[in-house]
């Protein structure tokens, strides 16, 4: 029997993911008016659908990160797609110029990484300022020889991007009695932030920022725009003391710069959960430099990432099933 039109789930969801994911456990708090059409992670492996499927599909909810190839070759098949929400906070990825100046809506999952990757930045800047490495090292040694170090108190964090992840960073930083100084590129301040006492700096006042930060931390998306956003030029203003500390993508830091002021101590160190390359080559000098704290890409790996973000798409699904405005919509053209 057909279902009337008026009955018809008002989402129809393609699910880009392993079927066996144990994740996939939370879709079954759909609401009623949801639908799963099909779950895979590819073409082929969605081939039991029919051609009325592809055409029912409405959203398209994407986990993990399938190639962009992979997303355009499913695109010719969803004609009537309104919306697609990727469960990573970078979108670069899987943008493409049907996807960017078509009329499909795109969401992210913003805010889903912050605080762990907030976390990550102060546990590295205090594995700077305490010396873990020497800590360590003498334990190991069975050696008893105090040492100086350093409080956090009273140290200025700069926040290269000051989005969700970079303002999470701030707000713990500030617990620990902190300066925040931030790059944006609106240079208002809201009242909240003027009571913090924030100070902002325009794109253009990069290098000062460097300068003026005993750490930095970049957390920035990745786009033609920022690529090697922190260059060569940025690092040589920051201070002998100064840490820079990446939880954004590894292409927007010139790495080959970096290396090259650790390799010649001309800064303290670096936290780097993410690099140029990913993974990281075997024959990259930054696995030998004791001034590095290196992590692969997983600072925000937690064991309810995922469960976390496939919660988030659906409150943004109810908004959609409601009519309603969606929240964390991506400016396809900007990339973030």
């Known amino acids: ?35 799963i059409v099909g779950v895979g992670r590819t073409y082929e492996d969605l081939s039991s659908l029919s051609e009325s499927d592809w055409q029912s599909v409405n959203v398209l909810l994407n986990c993990g990160a399938p190639v962009k190839r992979n997303l355009q070759t499913l695109w010719p098949h969803l004609p009537n797609l309104e919306w697609l929400h990727s469960t990573a906070a970078g979108v670069e990825h899987i943008l493409f110029p049907d996807l ?12 889903n990484f912050s605080h762990s990757l907030a976390e990550y930045t102060l546990t590295a800047c205090n594995w700077f300022a305490k010396d873990l490495p020497r800590l360590r090292a003498q334990q190991k040694a069975r050696q008893w020889k105090p040492f100086d170090v350093e409080e956090l108190r009273g140290k200025t964090l700069g926040v290269v991007g000051y989005g969700d992840i970079g303002q999470a960073a701030a707000r713990i930083a500030r617990a620990f009695k902190m300066n925040i100084i931030a ?21 253009d006042r990069l290098n000062e920022l460097m300068a003026d930060s005993d750490y930095v931390v970049m957390a920035l998306p990745y786009t033609p725009s920022t690529h090697h956003f922190v260059n060569a030029a940025a690092i040589k203003c920051m201070r002998p003391n100064g840490v820079l500390i990446n939880v954004g993508r590894g292409k927007t830091l010139e790495e080959a710069a970096l290396i090259k002021a650790l390799q010649e101590k001309r800064i303290k160190g670096a936290a780097l959960d993410v690099t140029e390359v990913e993974p990281l080559p075997e024959d990259s000098p930054l696995y030998e430099l004791d001034n590095v704290l290196l992590s692969p890409h997983c600072a925000d790996r937690t ?10 798409f659906l409150g943004i699904l109810d908004k959609y099933i409601q009519g309603q405005p969606l929240y964390n919509i991506v400016d396809k053209k900007s990339g973030y």
């Open 183 to 203: 790059l944006r590129r609106g240079d208002q301040l809201s009242e909240q932030e003027r009571d913090e006492g924030l100070k902002v700096y325009k794109p």
């Open 100 to 111: 960017v100046e078509g009329p499909v809506t795109l969401t992210n999952a913003k805010g």
């Open 1 to 35: 029997m057909t279902v009337e039109a008026s009955q018809a789930p008002k989402a129809r969801i393609l699910v880009l993911h392993s079927p066996d994911a144990p994740e996939l456990e939370v879709l079954k708090k759909l609401p009623e008016d949801a639908k």
């Open 303 to 312: 064991a309810e990432f995922q469960f976390e973000a496939l919660d988030q």
